[in-house]
């Protein structure tokens, strides 16, 4: 594969996860956890939820750095990118889901979420195999594995990070917000999708 259509691929990936999340958002039954901690920040601040995500993945890249991680500034000036355009992206799909149609019955929720789910686990099985440069919470975790030594434990600080920041930003608002069923759904399901996904669509290494 030519490394010019990997890079489309890798972009698409980033919009597709990007999609997904803006319709768990709008199905609001619960997001993706660092989706759900953004929610959380825009609620308390006049931060949108894309703004949000940015904020919070400079966090878990400063983060990184703290534990020890080292990159170069131009994989820290990509992951950035990457972040930015993530987050746009995010704000862009969720206005013309405002704009266009907000299920409010719960049978239209769960569509949403049933629709969502998938394609963030699309989105990230194609952005895993390309892996040109990680989203600032991948990296996040990836030192955490480190720090701890063990792949189970880091991943589950990584995760347990962004559900204490939407858990104390739920307690300022006395609501709770961003973390649902459609949660713990997406934590239970998300990694037999990218699994599946990525058996479907495999994407070699070699680049031509």
């Known amino acids: 594969m030519s ?21 768990m958002v709008t199905a609001a039954i619960g997001s993706a956890p660092w989706t759900s901690a953004s929610e959380a920040l825009a609620r308390i601040s006049p931060l949108t ?9 400079v966090f878990a890249l400063i983060s990184a ?7 170069s500034w131009w994989t820290i000036l990509l992951s950035f990118s990457l972040v930015v355009l993530f987050g746009t992206a995010i704000d862009f799909f969720l206005s013309i889901h405002q704009l266009l149609y907000t299920p ?11 629709i969502g789910m998938p394609l963030i686990s699309l989105g990230l099985a194609l952005y895993l195999q390309i892996g040109f440069v990680l989203m ?8 955490l594995i480190s720090r701890f030594k063990s792949t189970s434990i880091g991943a589950t600080v990584s995760l347990a990070i962004p559900f204490l920041i939407a858990s104390i930003l739920s307690l300022v608002e006395h609501e709770l917000i961003g973390i649902g069923v459609g949660t713990f759904v997406f934590l239970l399901l998300n990694g037999p999708l990218i699994e599946f996904f990525q058996k479907t669509f ?3 290494r070699r680049v031509t």
């Open 104 to 114: 409010i019955a719960l049978w239209a929720r769960i569509l949403y979420m049933v």
């Open 202 to 204: 495999p994407i070699t």
């Open 136 to 143: 600032p919470p991948d990296y996040l975790m990836k030192s």
């Open 49 to 57: 939820v894309g703004l949000a995500i940015v904020v919070l993945h």
């Open 3 to 23: 490394q010019q259509k990997r890079i489309i691929i890798y972009l698409f990936s980033i919009l597709i996860n990007a999609l997904g999340n803006s319709f």
């Open 65 to 71: 750095l703290l534990l020890g991680s080292r990159f």
